[in-house]
């Protein structure tokens, strides 16, 4: 039984590597692609995590979970390839939405301004 088990777990655990496909390629993060970034944000996540994210935007104030202070910790972690997973796939469960509308180079823009409005990181 106990055999059984895990050779399911190890089915299931194959089967969603295989249907991720490729991880798309993080780009280098230029002043060009920040730029994009940046106009990409105060259109789509201004109104929840403010222009600086460390405050609630306006949306945001009324929200449970509040809209993160991009200063304290990711659930998803602070890799621009994590950022770039929640910006395309959105937080289960609270009002985070999937930005995947936004085009691909974009969302790597709005990952590194995300970024880059980190204070906590920019101190170190
Ligand atoms: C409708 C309001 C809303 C909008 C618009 C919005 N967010 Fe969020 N966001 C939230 C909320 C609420 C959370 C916190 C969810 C939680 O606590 O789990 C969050 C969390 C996050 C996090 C933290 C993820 C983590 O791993 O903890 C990031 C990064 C983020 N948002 C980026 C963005 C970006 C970039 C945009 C625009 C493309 C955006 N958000 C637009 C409401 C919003």
Redesign the pocket.
Known sequence: MKLFLSAAGLICLVAISASGGPAPKTPKSTPQLLEKGKA??VA??D???GPNGDWN?V??AA?N????D?SG?????KKPE??FK??SEG?P?????A?AH?PEED?WG??Y??LSLDKSAKKK
């Open positions: 990409a944000y789509n996540c109104v929840c995590h935007g949306a945001g929200m979970p509040k809209p993160r991009f910790p990711f659930k998803n972690g994590q950022v929640t910006i937080l469960g609270t009002a985070m939405a930005f936004i969302r709005v990952a301004h995300v």
